[in-house]
């Protein structure tokens, strides 16, 4: 299909481990991203992954994807109350086209 | 930098109203994108530009829609006439212009049609 696809809310406890996933769809894609949407705001780049890389860790977060299910996922560590909001994966079709998943809002519980 | 600046932040407008919605984004930037957010259809991207030109347009729901960039400091995206909809919220993003750049998100405006 044309969805990138997420599941809708993600519920953890402060200091656990949060780790959400997403489905993509153009393998062809060559950069992944995850964005992060804080209430009433606009989103903004937290990071991204090149396609030929299976792996990257920046601080608290670790981007993992496997290629060949078209899999994404963004595990942060040690989550805060702070790191509630909605996450948006990404993939660029063509150049510059991004597609944004439909986010999952992750909820810390103190 | 102040960022990517849109105005206004909210609109309320009757079925039937022209609105304008208009995106100063960051200086140097050479891409510029529009996108909608609803809570039944996500994020979508409307339409992008590059160095003022229209790239992409695929996304334009309707002729009621239309977007321009007369230079590259300044975009506006019109609905006319507008119905209820349209009502979302509208995102206008710049970058730079390499393919792995960030894209910097305006804080929005929330159209609302009744």
């Known amino acids: 299909g044309e969805d990138v696809e997420q599941s809708l809310f993600l519920s953890v406890r402060e200091g656990d481990s949060s780790v959400i996933n997403c489905t993509y769809t153009?393998?062809?894609?060559?950069?992944l991203y995850w964005y992060k949407q804080e209430p009433g705001a606009g989103l903004q780049l937290l990071t991204y992954?090149?396609?030929?890389?299976d792996m990257k860790q920046d601080q608290r977060l670790t981007v993992l994807l496997n290629k060949k299910d078209k899999h994404l996922s963004l595990r942060i560590a040690d989550t805060q109350t702070g790191d509630s909001a909605i996450y948006f994966c990404a993939e660029m079709r063509g150049t510059y086209k991004y597609i944004f998943g439909t986010g999952t809002r992750l909820k810390v519980l103190a | 930098d102040a960022g990517v600046i849109q105005s206004p932040r909210h609109e309320v407008t009757e079925m039937g109203q022209e609105v304008t919605l208009r995106c100063k984004p960051i200086?140097?930037?050479?891409?510029l994108f529009w996108y909608r957010q609803t809570m039944m259809r996500g994020l979508e991207l409307l339409i992008y530009f590059n160095n003022n030109v229209p790239i992409d347009d695929s996304g334009m729901p309707e002729d009621r829609f239309s977007a321009k960039m007369p230079n590259a400091s300044f975009s506006t995206l019109k609905i006319q006439p507008s119905e209820p909809r349209d009502s979302a919220v509208y995102f206008c993003?710049?970058?730079?212009?390499?393919?792995?750049?960030?894209?910097?998100f305006g804080p929005g405006t929330r159209l609302t049609v009744l």
């Open positions: 992954i090149f396609s030929n890389m």
């Open positions: 153009d393998s062809s894609s060559t950069y």
């Open positions: 993003a710049s970058s730079v212009g390499q393919v792995s750049d960030e894209q910097f």
């Open positions: 200086s140097g930037h050479d891409y």
